[in-house]
Protein backbone atom coordinates (compact mmCIF):
# COMPACT_ATOMS: atom_id res chain seq x y z
CA UNK A 1 0.00 0.00 0.00
CA UNK A 2 3.06 2.36 1.10
CA UNK A 3 4.54 1.92 -2.32
CA UNK A 4 1.57 2.22 -4.41
CA UNK A 5 0.80 5.81 -2.94
CA UNK A 6 4.30 7.57 -3.81
CA UNK A 7 3.55 7.90 -6.88
CA UNK A 8 0.08 9.32 -6.18
CA UNK A 9 1.55 12.13 -3.90
CA UNK A 10 4.15 13.06 -6.35
CA UNK A 11 1.44 13.80 -8.73
CA UNK A 12 -0.44 16.32 -6.62
CA UNK A 13 2.90 17.75 -5.72
CA UNK A 14 3.29 18.77 -9.55
CA UNK A 15 0.03 20.09 -9.94
CA UNK A 16 0.27 22.47 -6.87
CA UNK A 17 3.42 23.68 -8.65
CA UNK A 18 1.63 24.33 -12.25
CA UNK A 19 -0.97 25.79 -10.42
CA UNK A 20 1.84 28.49 -8.39
CA UNK A 21 3.18 29.15 -11.84
CA UNK A 22 0.35 29.58 -13.73
CA UNK A 23 -0.81 32.47 -11.28
CA UNK A 24 0.39 36.25 -12.99
CA UNK A 25 2.72 38.28 -11.16
CA UNK A 26 1.38 41.86 -9.88
CA UNK A 27 4.57 44.02 -10.90
CA UNK A 28 4.98 46.84 -8.47
CA UNK A 29 4.64 50.55 -10.34
CA UNK A 30 5.25 53.66 -8.26
CA UNK A 31 2.02 56.00 -8.03
CA UNK A 32 1.54 59.39 -6.57
CA UNK A 33 -2.10 60.19 -5.38
CA UNK A 34 -3.36 63.40 -6.85
CA UNK A 35 -4.14 66.30 -4.47
CA UNK A 36 -5.51 69.15 -5.00
CA UNK A 37 -3.55 72.45 -3.44
CA UNK A 38 -2.60 76.05 -4.63
CA UNK A 39 -0.16 76.92 -7.26
CA UNK A 40 0.74 80.26 -8.90
CA UNK A 41 -0.11 80.67 -12.54
CA UNK A 42 3.73 81.44 -13.89
CA UNK A 43 4.25 82.46 -17.81
CA UNK A 44 7.35 82.09 -19.39
CA UNK A 45 7.80 84.89 -21.89
CA UNK A 46 10.41 85.80 -24.45
CA UNK A 47 12.32 89.06 -23.44
CA UNK A 48 15.34 91.61 -23.78
CA UNK A 49 17.45 93.25 -21.37
CA UNK A 50 17.73 97.35 -21.82
CA UNK A 51 19.68 99.69 -19.43
CA UNK A 52 17.05 101.80 -17.02
CA UNK A 53 18.82 105.13 -18.34
CA UNK A 54 21.25 105.55 -21.59
CA UNK A 55 22.93 109.12 -22.30
CA UNK A 56 24.97 109.84 -25.03
CA UNK A 57 27.82 112.33 -24.04
CA UNK A 58 27.37 115.46 -25.91
CA UNK A 59 29.81 118.27 -25.38
CA UNK A 60 27.96 121.58 -24.80
CA UNK A 61 30.41 123.78 -26.67
CA UNK A 62 32.76 123.07 -29.84
CA UNK A 63 36.35 122.80 -29.63
CA UNK A 64 39.62 121.11 -29.77
CA UNK A 65 39.36 117.93 -27.29
CA UNK A 66 42.76 117.71 -25.34
CA UNK A 67 42.20 115.12 -22.86
CA UNK A 68 40.19 112.11 -22.01
CA UNK A 69 39.75 111.14 -18.28
CA UNK A 70 37.56 108.09 -18.22
CA UNK A 71 38.71 104.50 -18.65
CA UNK A 72 36.40 102.96 -21.29
CA UNK A 73 34.02 100.25 -19.48
CA UNK A 74 34.49 101.72 -16.51
CA UNK A 75 31.25 102.92 -13.39
CA UNK A 76 31.31 106.82 -13.18
CA UNK A 77 29.33 109.03 -11.71
CA UNK A 78 26.90 111.81 -12.65
CA UNK A 79 29.24 115.05 -12.99
CA UNK A 80 32.45 113.14 -13.30
CA UNK A 81 34.64 114.52 -15.91
CA UNK A 82 34.96 112.70 -18.72
CA UNK A 83 36.51 114.49 -21.41
CA UNK A 84 38.34 118.09 -21.95
CA UNK A 85 37.81 120.26 -24.76
CA UNK A 86 40.28 123.21 -25.17
CA UNK A 87 39.58 125.85 -23.05
CA UNK A 88 41.82 128.81 -23.71
CA UNK A 89 39.26 130.80 -26.17
CA UNK A 90 36.85 130.22 -22.91
CA UNK A 91 39.42 131.48 -20.93
CA UNK A 92 39.86 134.55 -23.01
CA UNK A 93 36.51 135.33 -22.98
CA UNK A 94 35.87 135.36 -19.47
CA UNK A 95 39.07 138.17 -19.34
CA UNK A 96 37.07 139.99 -21.58
CA UNK A 97 33.57 140.04 -20.24
CA UNK A 98 35.69 140.83 -16.61
CA UNK A 99 37.15 143.81 -18.29
CA UNK A 100 33.66 144.78 -19.97
CA UNK A 101 32.01 144.49 -16.55
CA UNK A 102 34.85 146.80 -15.17
CA UNK A 103 34.16 149.53 -17.76
CA UNK A 104 30.38 149.32 -17.08
CA UNK A 105 30.77 149.50 -13.51
CA UNK A 106 32.90 152.69 -13.71
CA UNK A 107 30.26 154.28 -16.11
CA UNK A 108 27.57 154.02 -13.61
CA UNK A 109 29.70 155.10 -10.53
CA UNK A 110 29.61 158.64 -12.86
CA UNK A 111 26.10 158.48 -13.71
CA UNK A 112 25.16 158.24 -10.30
CA UNK A 113 27.53 160.89 -9.14
CA UNK A 114 26.25 163.35 -11.94
CA UNK A 115 22.55 162.35 -11.12
CA UNK A 116 22.85 162.93 -7.21
CA UNK A 117 24.61 166.34 -8.60
CA UNK A 118 21.29 167.44 -11.18
CA UNK A 119 19.35 166.03 -8.23
CA UNK A 120 21.02 168.98 -5.63
CA UNK A 121 20.71 171.81 -8.38
CA UNK A 122 17.10 170.31 -9.50
CA UNK A 123 15.92 171.08 -5.66
CA UNK A 124 17.57 174.55 -5.19
CA UNK A 125 16.31 175.84 -8.72
CA UNK A 126 19.28 176.17 -10.61
CA UNK A 127 18.62 173.22 -12.94
CA UNK A 128 15.66 172.65 -15.16
CA UNK A 129 13.57 169.36 -14.19
CA UNK A 130 14.29 168.06 -17.45
CA UNK A 131 17.96 167.74 -17.09
CA UNK A 132 17.53 165.57 -13.68
CA UNK A 133 15.30 163.27 -15.92
CA UNK A 134 17.87 162.97 -18.08
CA UNK A 135 20.23 162.08 -15.71
CA UNK A 136 17.78 159.37 -13.57
CA UNK A 137 17.80 158.42 -17.15
CA UNK A 138 20.79 157.58 -17.83
CA UNK A 139 21.94 156.04 -14.33
CA UNK A 140 19.56 153.50 -15.28
CA UNK A 141 20.86 152.87 -18.83
CA UNK A 142 24.01 152.46 -16.57
CA UNK A 143 22.15 150.05 -14.36
CA UNK A 144 21.45 147.65 -17.25
CA UNK A 145 24.68 147.82 -19.34
CA UNK A 146 26.20 146.77 -15.62
CA UNK A 147 23.25 144.05 -15.33
CA UNK A 148 23.96 142.95 -19.30
CA UNK A 149 27.86 142.58 -18.61
CA UNK A 150 27.46 140.37 -15.53
CA UNK A 151 25.04 138.09 -17.67
CA UNK A 152 27.72 137.97 -20.21
CA UNK A 153 30.32 137.52 -17.91
CA UNK A 154 28.74 134.76 -16.18
CA UNK A 155 27.78 133.01 -19.74
CA UNK A 156 31.71 132.96 -20.47
CA UNK A 157 32.36 131.41 -17.12
CA UNK A 158 29.35 128.59 -17.79
CA UNK A 159 30.95 127.70 -21.29
CA UNK A 160 34.50 127.71 -19.69
CA UNK A 161 32.69 125.38 -17.53
CA UNK A 162 31.29 123.28 -20.67
CA UNK A 163 34.91 123.06 -21.69
CA UNK A 164 34.84 119.90 -18.93
CA UNK A 165 32.51 117.32 -20.26
CA UNK A 166 31.17 115.46 -17.56
CA UNK A 167 29.06 112.31 -16.99
CA UNK A 168 25.56 112.96 -17.05
CA UNK A 169 24.44 109.98 -15.44
CA UNK A 170 25.46 107.56 -12.76
CA UNK A 171 26.18 103.89 -15.02
CA UNK A 172 28.65 102.19 -17.24
CA UNK A 173 30.89 103.84 -19.88
CA UNK A 174 31.58 102.80 -23.12
CA UNK A 175 33.68 103.30 -25.52
CA UNK A 176 36.01 106.58 -26.69
CA UNK A 177 34.17 107.98 -29.45
CA UNK A 178 36.49 110.71 -30.30
CA UNK A 179 40.33 111.18 -29.29
CA UNK A 180 42.26 113.47 -28.53
CA UNK A 181 42.42 116.01 -31.43
CA UNK A 182 39.43 115.67 -32.64
CA UNK A 183 37.16 118.65 -33.09
CA UNK A 184 33.52 118.60 -30.87
CA UNK A 185 30.91 120.13 -32.00
CA UNK A 186 28.14 121.58 -29.58
CA UNK A 187 25.58 119.45 -29.06
CA UNK A 188 26.01 117.28 -32.29
CA UNK A 189 29.17 115.02 -31.73
CA UNK A 190 28.56 112.27 -29.47
CA UNK A 191 31.67 111.55 -27.27
CA UNK A 192 30.86 108.35 -24.98
CA UNK A 193 27.87 106.52 -24.14
CA UNK A 194 26.91 105.78 -20.14
CA UNK A 195 24.28 103.63 -19.63
CA UNK A 196 22.73 102.55 -15.88
CA UNK A 197 22.76 98.92 -15.62
CA UNK A 198 21.68 97.99 -12.19
CA UNK A 199 18.98 98.06 -11.49
CA UNK A 200 18.27 97.43 -15.46
CA UNK A 201 14.74 96.30 -17.09
CA UNK A 202 13.56 93.35 -18.87
CA UNK A 203 11.12 93.60 -21.48
CA UNK A 204 9.00 91.14 -22.80
CA UNK A 205 5.70 90.26 -24.80
CA UNK A 206 2.67 88.45 -24.30
CA UNK A 207 -0.31 87.93 -26.71
CA UNK A 208 -3.35 89.74 -26.48
CA UNK A 209 -5.14 86.37 -26.50
CA UNK A 210 -3.46 85.16 -23.11
CA UNK A 211 -4.14 88.16 -21.37
CA UNK A 212 -7.87 88.17 -22.15
CA UNK A 213 -8.06 84.65 -21.17
CA UNK A 214 -6.31 85.54 -17.79
CA UNK A 215 -8.64 88.37 -17.49
CA UNK A 216 -11.46 85.89 -18.04
CA UNK A 217 -9.96 83.53 -15.72
CA UNK A 218 -10.16 86.46 -12.89
CA UNK A 219 -13.42 86.89 -13.18
CA UNK A 220 -15.09 83.76 -13.10
CA UNK A 221 -13.12 82.78 -10.31
CA UNK A 222 -10.86 80.08 -11.54
CA UNK A 223 -7.74 82.24 -10.22
CA UNK A 224 -7.55 84.72 -7.51
CA UNK A 225 -4.94 87.58 -7.86
CA UNK A 226 -1.72 88.05 -6.64
CA UNK A 227 -1.15 91.52 -4.94
CA UNK A 228 1.30 94.21 -6.75
CA UNK A 229 3.85 93.55 -4.07
CA UNK A 230 4.02 89.84 -3.93
CA UNK A 231 4.07 89.24 -7.56
CA UNK A 232 7.24 87.55 -8.82
CA UNK A 233 9.44 87.82 -12.15
CA UNK A 234 12.32 85.45 -12.30
CA UNK A 235 14.68 85.54 -15.27
CA UNK A 236 16.25 82.57 -17.00
CA UNK A 237 19.44 82.99 -19.03
CA UNK A 238 19.96 81.63 -22.05
CA UNK A 239 22.33 78.75 -20.85
CA UNK A 240 18.83 77.81 -19.04
CA UNK A 241 20.05 79.12 -15.46
CA UNK A 242 18.41 81.10 -12.79
CA UNK A 243 19.12 84.34 -12.79
CA UNK A 244 19.71 84.68 -8.41
CA UNK A 245 17.66 88.29 -8.05
CA UNK A 246 14.38 88.30 -8.20
CA UNK A 247 12.74 91.43 -10.04
CA UNK A 248 9.35 93.20 -10.19
CA UNK A 249 7.05 94.14 -12.47
CA UNK A 250 6.82 97.74 -13.72
CA UNK A 251 3.46 97.88 -15.81
CA UNK A 252 1.97 97.05 -19.07
CA UNK A 253 1.76 98.68 -22.26
CA UNK A 254 -1.15 100.04 -23.12
CA UNK A 255 -1.24 99.01 -26.92
CA UNK A 256 -1.18 95.93 -29.11
CA UNK A 257 1.56 95.74 -31.51
CA UNK A 258 -0.36 95.71 -34.95
CA UNK A 259 1.75 93.10 -36.63
CA UNK A 260 2.78 90.54 -34.19
CA UNK A 261 -0.14 90.76 -31.56
CA UNK A 262 1.93 91.19 -28.73
CA UNK A 263 1.71 93.88 -25.66
CA UNK A 264 5.18 94.99 -24.12
CA UNK A 265 5.80 94.47 -20.21
CA UNK A 266 8.36 95.82 -18.10
CA UNK A 267 10.02 94.67 -15.23
CA UNK A 268 13.28 95.83 -12.99
CA UNK A 269 15.73 93.71 -11.30
CA UNK A 270 18.52 94.24 -9.17
CA UNK A 271 21.32 93.70 -11.55
CA UNK A 272 24.79 94.32 -8.68
CA UNK A 273 27.21 91.98 -10.64
CA UNK A 274 26.39 93.37 -14.11
CA UNK A 275 25.59 89.86 -15.01
CA UNK A 276 22.54 91.02 -17.47
CA UNK A 277 23.63 93.25 -19.70
CA UNK A 278 21.43 95.74 -22.37
CA UNK A 279 20.60 93.01 -25.41
CA UNK A 280 20.90 89.76 -23.38
CA UNK A 281 18.22 87.29 -24.91
CA UNK A 282 16.21 86.23 -21.88
CA UNK A 283 13.17 84.47 -20.61
CA UNK A 284 11.23 85.65 -18.41
CA UNK A 285 8.77 83.91 -15.60
CA UNK A 286 6.07 85.80 -14.11
CA UNK A 287 3.59 84.70 -11.57
CA UNK A 288 0.43 86.03 -13.24
CA UNK A 289 -2.73 84.57 -10.59
CA UNK A 290 -2.95 81.98 -8.13
CA UNK A 291 -5.19 78.53 -8.84
CA UNK A 292 -6.79 77.46 -5.69
CA UNK A 293 -7.07 74.17 -6.45
CA UNK A 294 -5.05 73.08 -9.46
CA UNK A 295 -3.64 69.60 -9.63
CA UNK A 296 -0.60 68.52 -11.10
CA UNK A 297 1.36 65.58 -11.20
CA UNK A 298 4.78 64.55 -12.79
CA UNK A 299 5.85 65.07 -16.41
CA UNK A 300 6.71 61.55 -17.05
CA UNK A 301 3.24 60.32 -15.52
CA UNK A 302 2.08 61.84 -18.72
CA UNK A 303 1.93 60.21 -22.04
CA UNK A 304 0.63 60.39 -25.48
CA UNK A 305 -1.60 57.87 -27.16
CA UNK A 306 -1.77 57.91 -30.83
CA UNK A 307 -3.85 60.68 -31.72
CA UNK A 308 -1.08 63.04 -29.69
CA UNK A 309 -3.56 63.19 -27.01
CA UNK A 310 -2.44 63.21 -22.93
CA UNK A 311 -3.38 60.72 -21.21
CA UNK A 312 -2.60 59.16 -17.63
CA UNK A 313 -2.73 55.21 -16.21
CA UNK A 314 -4.57 55.39 -12.88
CA UNK A 315 -4.82 52.24 -10.68
CA UNK A 316 -8.53 51.63 -9.46
CA UNK A 317 -9.63 50.32 -6.57
CA UNK A 318 -9.58 46.71 -7.64
CA UNK A 319 -5.45 47.50 -8.46
CA UNK A 320 -6.29 47.13 -11.98
CA UNK A 321 -4.70 49.80 -14.59
CA UNK A 322 -6.88 52.14 -16.36
CA UNK A 323 -6.43 54.50 -19.25
CA UNK A 324 -7.80 57.75 -18.59
CA UNK A 325 -7.69 60.76 -21.13
CA UNK A 326 -6.71 64.17 -19.59
CA UNK A 327 -6.23 67.80 -20.82
CA UNK A 328 -3.15 69.49 -19.84
CA UNK A 329 -2.39 73.25 -19.21
CA UNK A 330 1.15 74.85 -18.84
CA UNK A 331 4.47 72.97 -17.65
CA UNK A 332 6.91 74.27 -14.69
CA UNK A 333 9.26 73.04 -12.67
CA UNK A 334 9.16 69.28 -13.90
CA UNK A 335 4.85 69.24 -13.63
CA UNK A 336 1.85 69.09 -15.93
CA UNK A 337 -0.80 71.25 -14.33
CA UNK A 338 -3.79 69.03 -15.26
CA UNK A 339 -7.21 71.06 -16.45
CA UNK A 340 -9.54 68.17 -16.83
CA UNK A 341 -9.75 64.31 -16.57
CA UNK A 342 -8.29 64.14 -12.76
CA UNK A 343 -9.67 64.54 -9.48
CA UNK A 344 -8.60 64.74 -5.90
CA UNK A 345 -7.49 60.73 -4.74
CA UNK A 346 -6.87 59.50 -8.32
CA UNK A 347 -3.86 57.33 -7.91
CA UNK A 348 -1.34 57.86 -11.56
CA UNK A 349 1.07 55.84 -12.39
CA UNK A 350 4.41 57.41 -12.24
CA UNK A 351 7.13 54.60 -12.97
CA UNK A 352 7.07 51.37 -14.36
CA UNK A 353 4.85 52.02 -17.63
CA UNK A 354 6.69 48.82 -18.83
CA UNK A 355 5.38 46.02 -16.96
CA UNK A 356 1.70 46.21 -17.39
CA UNK A 357 -0.34 46.67 -20.12
CA UNK A 358 -3.81 48.56 -19.29
CA UNK A 359 -6.48 45.95 -17.29
CA UNK A 360 -4.43 44.18 -15.33
CA UNK A 361 -3.56 43.84 -11.80
CA UNK A 362 -0.51 45.83 -10.44
CA UNK A 363 0.73 46.16 -7.20
CA UNK A 364 0.86 50.00 -6.31
CA UNK A 365 3.73 51.66 -4.48
CA UNK A 366 3.89 55.42 -3.49
CA UNK A 367 6.15 57.19 -5.68
CA UNK A 368 9.16 58.56 -3.48
CA UNK A 369 9.70 61.50 -5.22
CA UNK A 370 6.17 62.24 -4.64
CA UNK A 371 6.70 64.42 -1.48
CA UNK A 372 9.36 65.92 -3.11
CA UNK A 373 7.73 67.63 -5.88
CA UNK A 374 5.09 68.86 -3.36
CA UNK A 375 7.50 70.74 -1.74
CA UNK A 376 9.05 71.80 -4.18
CA UNK A 377 5.54 73.38 -5.07
CA UNK A 378 4.82 74.35 -1.75
CA UNK A 379 8.39 76.55 -1.75
CA UNK A 380 6.96 78.00 -4.81
CA UNK A 381 4.15 79.66 -3.87
CA UNK A 382 6.04 80.67 -0.16
CA UNK A 383 9.13 82.58 -1.91
Known amino acids: ?144 EVEGRKAELARARLHLDYATVRAPIDGVVGAALVSEGALAVQNETNLATVQQLDPIYADFTQSVNEMNQLRRAFENGDLDRIEADAAKVRLVL ?32 PNPKRE ?50 VRTGSVQDGVWFVTEGLKAGDKVVVEGFQKFAAGDKVKPQSWAEADAVAGSQRAQLVQ
Do not use: W
Not at 69 to 88: C, N, T
Not at 240 to 267: C, H, I, M, P, W
Open 1 to 144: MLVAAAPLLAGCDESNSAIVQAQPIEPDVSVITVRQQPRAVVRELPGRISPTRVAEVRPRVSGIVVERLFRQGSEVKAGEPLYRIDPHPFEVEVMANQAALAKAQAVLLQAQQHSRRIATLTSQRAAPEAENEKAIAAEHQAQA
Open 276 to 325: LLPGMYVRVRIEQGIDSDAIAVPQQAVQRNGSGGSEVFVVKDDNRVAVQP
Open 238 to 269: DDNALYSQSGKLLFSDAKVEANTGQVTLRGEF
